[in-house]
C-alpha cells in the first residue's frame, strides 16, 4: 500500500521567514495530494491540495509543488505568521478504486516565534 | 451548512468493553472515512464507506467495524478494547468516493481505555 514520510518532524522559524515541508510517497498511482493544518485540539482543516496533473499550486503565501518522477510534493509558507503555528500533514490519495482513503504524512510541528 | 458532527466528544472505558461512535457527514455527503489518530502514529485509516457499503479498510483488527446507515450517517465500533485504542478518532465527509475532493473532518471524539 502506499507509504508517505513527512519531514521535518519539528520546525521553528522566525516570524516573517518562510517554513518548507517535504513529503514522499512510495505508490506511483497515487493523484492527489491535500495538506492539512491542525491547531491544537481542533480538527485537521483542508489548506491546499493539487493534483498529479499540476506541478504547482499557489494560495496567496501558500505554495504546493509536486514533482512526479521524484514521487516528493512540497509545502511552502512565506512571510510567516504567529497563526500558522499547528501540526501540518500531508497526505495521498489515488482516484479510481482509491475512494477517498487518505494516507498521512506523520505531520510537522510547526512554530513561528516572535 | 452544518458541519461534519460527531458524538460523544469524550469517552472513557473500561479494557474488555465496547464502544460505539457516531457521525453525522455534512448534509448531502455519501462517503464517510474513519481515521484513527494517536501522538505516535499520526493519522491512520480505517475504514470508508459510500451507500452504506464499506469501499475501504486500513490495517486494522477485527475489533473494529462499522456500518452506514441510509441517510449517511456512520458508526463505528470497537469490541474488547484494549489500552491501546486510546485516541482521538476523526471522521471526515465528502461528496462521493474516486473524486479527488476535500475531505472534510469533525472534531473527533477522544477515547480514553482505563
Known amino acids: 500500500g502506499e507509504n508517505v514520510e513527512q519531514h521535518p518532524s519539528t520546525l521553528s522559524v522566525q516570524e516573517g521567514d518562510s517554513a518548507v515541508i517535504k513529503c514522499t510517497y512510495s505508490d506511483s498511482a497515487s493523484n492527489y495530494f491535500p495538506w492539512y493544518k491542525q491547531e491544537l485540539g481542533k480538527r485537521p482543516q483542508l489548506i491546499i491540495d493539487i493534483r498529479s496533473n499540476v506541478g504547482e499550486k499557489k494560495d496567496q503565501r501558500i505554495a504546493v509543488t509536486l514533482n512526479k518522477t521524484a514521487k516528493h510534493f512540497s509545502l511552502h509558507i512565506t512571510e510567516t505568521q504567529p497563526e500558522d503555528s499547528a501540526v501540518y500533514f500531508c497526505?495521498?490519495?489515488?482516484?479510481?478504486?482509491?475512494?477517498?482513503?487518505?494516507?498521512f504524512g506523520t505531520g510537522t510541528q510547526l512554530k513561528v516565534e516572535l | 451548512k452544518a458541519g461534519v458532527t460527531q458524538t460523544p466528544r469524550y469517552l472513557i472505558k473500561t479494557r474488555g468493553q465496547q464502544v460505539t461512535l457516531s457521525c453525522s457527514p455534512i448534509s448531502g455527503h455519501r462517503s464517510v472515512s474513519w481515521y484513527q489518530q494517536t501522538p505516535g502514529q499520526g493519522l491512520q485509516f480505517l475504514f470508508e464507506?459510500?451507500?452504506?457499503?464499506?469501499?475501504n479498510k486500513g490495517n486494522f483488527p477485527g475489533r473494529f467495524s462499522g456500518r452506514q446507515f441510509s441517510n449517511s450517517r456512520s458508526e463505528m465500533n470497537v469490541s474488547t478494547l484494549e489500552l491501546g485504542d486510546s485516541a482521538l478518532y476523526l471522521c471526515a465527509s465528502s461528496p462521493q468516493p474516486d473524486v479527488n475532493t476535500e475531505a472534510f473532518f469533525g472534531q473527533g471524539t477522544r477515547l480514553t481505555v482505563v
Open positions: 464507506y459510500f451507500s452504506e457499503t464499506q469501499r
Open positions: 497526505a495521498a490519495s489515488k482516484l479510481t478504486g482509491g475512494g477517498n482513503k487518505l494516507t
